[in-house]
């Protein structure tokens, strides 16, 4: 048998994983990366993103090795948007050799959303077929059938949207990915409770819950006009009053009100014995990981 990995094993254990995502910069110094990581070093883990928004950034391979060199273990994003499947497969066999073993697979945003809307967009695999690989991959083989002999046990998520619409066909693309073998799901941020609890409640009786472990997403915002700019992202559901709270306050303490909506949603969420771990989305905000998780008591 395969031994488990350190994050999937925590899991097994009943701890709550805390995950840390992290944006590597637009820039060809690691000085950032290294500084990042003395922040971060408090999660279990850092989820290093692959070229977000897509917009060019390092590459998330060696921002994670600069992860990994420091002891913090990594869960590497894998974006279809970018690479074909010989891609896939060389980069998912570079992370196992680096001793990374925790992925996410993802769509990854349209080209046409970044700074260079001319760019092809690949997707020659979608996330359920990249689950599909990864899985191919544990055993032992490529896609071509070439044996690559002893693989490491891989712990494979994918992202899940609790506030998608139509609903059963939400729930019919996240089945599959589930069946897939994704072990573990990463939601879009959560600012609207009662809903992500609905969610939550209609996962556990469709008997989804016994299959894989589901990871909350907390995103600290920062000022009233970031959260503009994140109530316009169709892949977040901010809802109205957050905005207005935010604008409520003097520009001054917008961060620190941003901090407290985020500590007030995590303090209930903690509660939610359905929720398996967090993962703290501060994009260029790392100095706010440590005091969340030190306010909401989870170290």
Not at 55 to 84: Q, W, Y
Not at 117 to 123: C, I, N, Q
Not at 237 to 257: D, F, M, T, W, Y
């Amino acid at each position: 048998m395969k031994e488990v990995n350190g994050l999937e094993r925590k899991i097994s254990e009943g701890k709550r994983p805390i995950l840390a995502y992290y944006h590597p910069p637009a820039t060809v110094d690691l000085a950032p990366v290294q500084m990042a990581a003395d922040l971060l070093k408090v999660a279990d883990a850092v989820v290093v993103a692959d070229n977000p928004g897509a917009v060019v950034h390092m590459h998330p391979l060696v921002a994670a090795s600069v992860f990994l060199e420091k002891g913090i273990d990594t869960v590497l994003e894998l974006e279809c948007r970018d690479k074909n499947r010989l891609a896939l497969q060389s980069e998912i066999l570079g992370a196992l050799a680096l001793k990374i073993r925790n992925f996410l697979c993802m769509t990854g945003e349209h080209q046409t959303q970044g700074p260079q809307p001319e760019a092809k967009g690949v997707y020659d695999l979608s996330p359920v077929h990249l689950i599909q690989l990864m899985k191919i991959i544990e055993q032992g083989e490529l896609l071509d059938g070439f044996r690559l002999g002893e693989v490491p046990s891989i712990f494979i998520g994918a992202m899940v949207n609790p506030f998608a619409r139509p609903v059963e066909l939400h729930f019919f693309k996240l089945l599959k990915k589930i069946k897939a073998g994704a072990k573990f799901l990463i939601t879009t941020p959560i600012f609207a409770l009662e809903e992500f609890k609905e969610f939550i409640k209609e996962l556990k009786q469709r008997g989804f819950l016994e299959k894989t472990k589901v990871f909350a997403t907390i995103m600290p915002i920062k000022s009233a006009d970031i959260a503009r700019v994140v109530s316009k992202d169709p892949s977040v559901h901010l809802p109205e009053r957050i905005c207005a709270r935010i604008e409520s306050v003097p520009e001054q303490n917008q961060a620190q009100e941003g901090i407290n909506i985020c500590v007030e949603i995590m303090k209930e969420l903690k509660e939610m014995e359905e929720v398996s771990g967090f993962h703290i989305m501060a994009p260029h905000w790392c100095e706010v990981v440590p005091l969340l998780i030190e306010r909401v008591g989870l170290r």
